[in-house]
């Protein structure tokens, strides 16, 4: 970690926890975010992540209002979007896109047989440029990759509060 504010890179699953209540890792992402946004710690994102994260979230507010309404109203489908458009607005609220180039689609295409997910090795790409202290996810192949500094999000926030103490 720096000496000054660790710089963190989340994963799409986390930022999905986040912004979805009823996602297994919503309190743990919840906490990590406002513990971070609280004690200097610098979150970021790999800019590709902005466009899963809306996608996802969106068809999961989509389902969502189809099984509360047990049919999807042109309504629910304009707020489910509208809310998806919220979740993405929020990245850049509380952390700083990482910019990507061919580059970084090299290094990820180069990762492959090492851990051979496209996402997961832009993420880890983005960890690069940005000089990311961690990256936090809940990507089981991701966590047990010994070439990545990769925790949970409750990891994560486990270890920056006995660093903080």
């Not at 660790?6 to 799409?12: C, G, R, V």
């Not at 629910?76 to 061919?102: H, Y």
């Not at 997910?117 to 990507?139: F, K, M, P, W």
Request: hydrophobic share 50%.
């Amino acid at each position: 970690m720096s000496e000054t504010a660790p710089l963190l890179i989340l994963d799409t699953n986390v930022w999905l926890d986040d912004a979805i209540v009823w996602r297994q890792g919503h309190e743990s992402a919840r906490d990590l975010i406002c513990y971070a946004r609280h004690h200097n710690v610098e979150l970021a994102y790999a800019v590709t992540a902005v466009k899963d994260v809306f996608y996802i979230a969106e068809r999961q507010f989509k389902k969502y209002a189809r099984e509360m309404q047990g049919t999807l109203t042109e309504a629910g489908a304009a707020a489910a979007t509208d809310s998806a458009w919220d979740v993405a607005d929020g990245l850049n609220d509380v952390a700083t896109p990482i910019g990507m180039d061919l580059a970084d689609v090299w290094m990820a295409r180069k990762l492959r047989s090492v851990h051979n997910d496209l996402e997961d090795n832009l993420v880890i790409a983005a960890g690069e440029r940005a000089n990311a202290d961690y990256i936090v996810t809940s990507d089981a192949k991701l966590l047990a990759n010994p070439h990545v500094h990769a925790l949970t999000a409750a990891d994560m926030l486990t270890h920056l509060q006995l660093f903080a103490a």
